[in-house]
């Protein structure tokens, strides 16, 4: 059986690793995890182009809002959000999933965090999205954004209305207030919070999407302020967990054998 990573660009993806150590442990010796670059006009075609050996795909940038349109059905995440980064292949059927919302609840359990009443968004890119739903997965009735450009959380707007979620917009200017919220999740890119000085409270949370170089100043900061800190490899990690379950038909995954590999993989591209 075959999976594979689709984006452009693709070459720097951890998730082969991934899903490669699970089939190990798993003995799962006849499958196989690729990359293949695809843009988004490539995408259908590669998609047709698969015969039944195939049992799915994880798609990054900038693939995640098409692939809804060459799914046969959705999950109502997928359909929330706007966007995929799965598509789970079996009976002939294609299924558009989300990993990254779940992704990140499930990350964050994993360090004692199941609820969060405030919730602070930097960043309003296609990463917030899956930040989003997270949020109402917590318990959160409201979160508060904040961007630089107001235009970018007008953008968000719809999917919060599909989530059932109260959006309240921020300015740049205003992200030193985030850190009086539960959980703050950085979705920016590298770079965009290095200059970036919170207010924390004591027990609030942060999860930096970004790993690599890490620690991030945003997240050293944090962490001297003794502010509980998850990067970008725990989502990675998390929501490939997901896809790596929907793809073989297994109802848990060796995470353990899994962790180990990223995390030996990402040190070694890294330094860290």
Known sequence: ????????????????????????????????????????????????????????????????????????????????????????LRGGRRLADNTDAPGIVDALAGIGLTAADEVAVLGAGGSARGSLAAAVQLGASAVTVYARRREAVAELEPVAERLGLRLKAASWEEAVLAGRADLVIATVPKGVTDDLVLDWKGDAVLFDILYDPWPTPLAAAAQREGVKVLDGLALLLAQAVRQWTQFTGLAEAPVEAMRDALYTAAGANSGR
């Open 1 to 88: 059986m075959r999976a594979a990573v689709l984006g452009k660009p693709i070459e720097h993806s951890l998730s082969p690793v991934i899903h490669s150590a699970g089939y190990a442990a798993a003995g799962l010796a006849d499958w196989t995890y690729e990359r293949h670059e695809c843009d988004e006009p490539a995408l259908a075609r590669f998609v047709d182009s698969l015969d039944d050996t195939w049992a799915g795909l994880s798609l990054t940038m900038p693939l995640k809002e098409i692939a809804l349109a060459v799914a046969d059905e959705a999950t109502p995440v997928a359909e929330a959000i706007g966007a995929a980064n799965t598509l789970v």
